[in-house]
Nanobody, 123 residues
Framework: QVQLVESGGGSVQAGGSLRLACAASGRSFSGSAMGWFRRSPGKEREFVAYITWSGGSTYYADSVKGRFTISRDKSKSTLSLQMNSLKPEDTAVYLC????????????????WGQGTQVTVSS
């Protein structure tokens, strides 16, 4: 069974940092592009960051650019998201996804999803 499992979420004060991880099991995603999205109450799933299969290119939402860093360790089949200078508006459930078949910002194009990890940032 193919699974993506996120971890590392929690509660922090504004200005703090968290590092999220996404572990893959059941198959290798070393040849697949992957991304992070987030979901807040009353909002559609929002693109956060994307990384190509090689890790050579990354893309970010304007709202997180310069604060978040996406990376991957293909040998360990893990995807990470380093989040610095967190703001209350970053509060959301963060989900990792793999194998996009459409534009990387389009969440409907991703084939595999994790269940998500909650990030709460207080002011």
């Amino acid at each position: 069974q193919v699974q993506l499992v996120e971890s590392g979420g929690g509660s922090v004060q504004a200005g703090g940092s968290l590092r999220l991880a996404c572990a893959a099991s059941g198959r290798s995603f070393s040849g697949s592009a992957m991304g992070w999205f987030r979901r807040s109450p009353g909002k559609e799933r929002e693109f956060v960051a994307y990384i190509t299969w090689s890790g050579g290119s990354t893309y970010y939402a304007d709202s997180v650019k310069g604060r978040f860093t996406i990376s991957r360790d293909k040998s360990k089949s893990t995807l990470s998201l380093q989040m610095n200078s967190l703001k209350p508006e970053d509060t959301a459930v963060y989900l990792c996804a793999a194998e996009p078949s459409r534009w990387y910002r389009d969440y409907e194009g991703y084939k595999y999803w994790g269940q998500g990890t909650q990030v709460t940032v207080s002011s």
